[in-house]
């Protein structure tokens, strides 16, 4: 029996593509295209048993027939608008998404850190450990008797009704929305191009322009990647237009923040906190203003080495889930978060 012919489309780099390769099953025969025209994705489709599409890229009628041999057509990822759902299903092709697991653990970094700041939760822990004496003894709870907020904390706010902006929506910002939702909060998102409404709707987001996310945004999570352009754009011309004493949460590039400009913009009070994982020079240097601001044990800060995805000892095992429908069409096992 011949192998399982496997068309790989890619936009990540070759790193990633390696590992990628390294985590398939035994049994395949996988034509990696990096950054593909549409093109070459004709010309590769009509060999391919199965089509792997990662990130994002227009799957059309017109591709789908050219597959004529397609028994699975997979996106790596949430977002699957850009696949021709009625065209699959006529051609009988069946569509899978596959959720990234690195993907989801940056959201869950950013859930993290977005409920730290909004709880002040490294500020309540110092109160609760630093003070020896409260002033008056320690009775033991019961239903009758309890010392309700005995340190007298006053910055803790609720993530229920606030606004929070997502800058960067890609599979971490639809990751992050996903988990949001269960919060109760308007959440705003920005990216290159806007995504349809059936999709806004599906995870809950509402498109604006990035003057009014910062002007509206009780907490700005900031997930933009590298690219040309970027650089260091929340500085100090940024920040003064954002939501006075909003949160600043950067879980994207780590060269996105004007470190100096965000220091100085949270010790002057109007920033509320902030929460980064990405460093502009890694290892960090000590002397970084931004990483200064965590001498002081009851600043509202969260400050991580760049591990919002994980270990890297991790990467391999995440690939392989990736693989996992692709082990059950061969084994003739049901497919995993089908869409078509």
């Not at 059936?198 to 900031?222: K, N, T």
């Amino acid at each position: 029996m011949s192998n399982l012919k496997v068309l790989f489309a890619t936009f990540r780099a070759p790193r990633h593509q390696k590992i990628a390769m390294e985590a398939a099953p035994e049994g395949l025969d996988i034509t990696m295209c990096e950054a593909p025209s549409r093109a070459e994705l004709l010309e590769q489709l009509p060999l391919a048993d199965v089509f792997i599409s990662e990130r994002s890229g227009l799957i059309d009628a017109e591709m789908l027939a050219t597959g004529r041999r397609l028994r699975l057509v997979q996106r790596l990822g949430r977002m699957t608008h850009d696949i021709d759902a009625d065209a699959a299903r006529k051609a009988g092709i069946p569509v899978c998404r596959w959720p990234l697991r690195g993907c989801s653990m940056v959201a869950e970094h950013a859930m993290m850190q977005v409920l730290s700041l909004v709880k002040a939760s490294r500020e309540a822990e110092h109160a609760l450990v630093a003070t020896p004496d409260w002033g008056t003894p320690p009775k033991k709870c019961d239903e009758n008797h309890f010392a309700y907020n005995w340190t007298e904390r006053r910055k803790i706010r609720s993530l229920a009704g606030a606004t929070v902006g997502i800058l960067g929506f890609g599979e971490i910002g639809a990751e992050l929305a996903v988990r949001l939702r269960a919060f109760d909060c308007e959440v705003l998102y920005n990216k290159r191009s806007r995504l349809p409404a059936a999709v806004e709707a599906e995870f809950g987001v509402e498109y604006a322009d990035i003057d009014s996310i910062r002007a509206r945004s009780d907490v700005l999570c900031i997930l933009l990647p590298h690219g040309e352009g970027i650089g260091e754009m929340i500085d100090h011309a940024f920040i003064e237009r954002m939501k006075p004493g909003a949160y600043l949460v950067s879980t994207g590039a780590s060269t996105v923040l004007n470190e100096a400009d965000v220091a100085a913009a949270y010790r002057v009070g109007i920033l509320s906190g902030v929460a980064t994982d990405g460093w502009t020079w890694e290892p960090v240097p000590r002397d970084n203003p931004l990483l200064r601001l965590a001498d002081d044990p009851q600043a509202n800060v969260v400050f991580t080495p760049h591990i919002a995805g994980g270990v890297r000892s991790n990467d391999r095992s995440m690939r392989e889930l990736e693989w996992e429908n692709i082990r059950r069409l061969m084994d003739g096992r049901e497919l995993r978060h089908r869409v078509v």
